[in-house]
């Protein structure tokens, strides 16, 4: 089963807008993971954070966790074309390495 | 090579047929893991190895699907008497061992049963 759920489930925004998904899980954790997933192609990690952090950046993007709402965003900053994807969060528990998937925001940049 | 490999990429197994998928890991990882992603769908754990030892299969969905490690590297996935509902794309994924570190995941195998 999954363990959460993605908001929006699909979106779609302007070459050089923000995007922002988010993700909603239901146990306690130890990591937040985001991953993105290509069409044809394999799923790639982007970030991690922490149970005990609340912000984390790489590059373009900027992840945020607030454990008391047991929710994380992922944002998008300066989209591109090669964005376009779907974007999936994954939890795993203390002592438990399995991941836990959400069921994934569908990004589109138009050009 | 350089990442998680897997094969067949693309299988078509006819209901009832027997089908294995072997995954490559990143040499030296010691986790790997088997999900199964349906259409449209997040990916969902099917099994865990840490080195040869399975340590969680607790989602593998019947008796039919069976995994193994038996050296610590290379992983089959082997699904007997295929079910159309057995039709997704099959990821597998290693990692260095312990919590908090990325996992690294293969190209997938697309299962196809008619």
């Known amino acids: 089963s999954q363990q959460g759920e993605e908001d929006p489930q699909a979106l779609s925004i302007q070459e050089g807008e923000n995007a922002t998904m988010n993700c909603s899980y239901k146990?306690?954790?130890?990591?937040l993971q985001w991953y993105r997933q290509n069409s044809g192609r394999g799923l790639v990690h982007l970030i991690l954070i922490r149970s005990n952090e609340r912000e984390k950046h790489s590059g373009r993007l900027r992840v945020t966790l607030d454990t008391s709402k047991k929710s994380s965003s992922l944002l998008i900053t300066a989209s591109r074309a090669a964005d376009t994807a779907s974007y999936f969060c994954?939890?795993?528990?203390?002592?438990?390495?399995?991941?836990?998937f959400g069921t994934g925001t569908r990004l589109t940049i138009i050009p | 090579g350089a990442g998680v490999s897997q094969s067949p990429r693309y299988k078509v197994a006819k209901r009832g047929q027997d089908v294995a998928l072997r995954c490559d890991p990143i040499s030296g990882h010691v986790s790997l893991f088997w999900y199964q992603q349906a259409l449209g769908q997040g990916p969902e754990f099917l099994t865990y190895?840490?080195?040869?030892?399975?340590?969680?299969k607790s989602g593998l969905p019947s008796d039919r699907f069976f995994a193994e490690r038996p050296e610590g590297s290379v992983s089959t996935l082997k699904i007997q008497r295929t079910q159309q509902e057995d039709s997704a794309v099959y990821l597998c994924a290693s990692s260095l061992k312990g919590s908090n570190t990325e996992a690294f995941f293969g190209q997938g195998t697309r299962l196809t049963v008619v």
């Open positions: 190895f840490q080195n040869e030892a399975q340590l969680d």
């Open positions: 146990t306690s954790i130890n990591n």
């Open positions: 994954a939890t795993d528990m203390f002592g438990n390495e399995k991941l836990t």
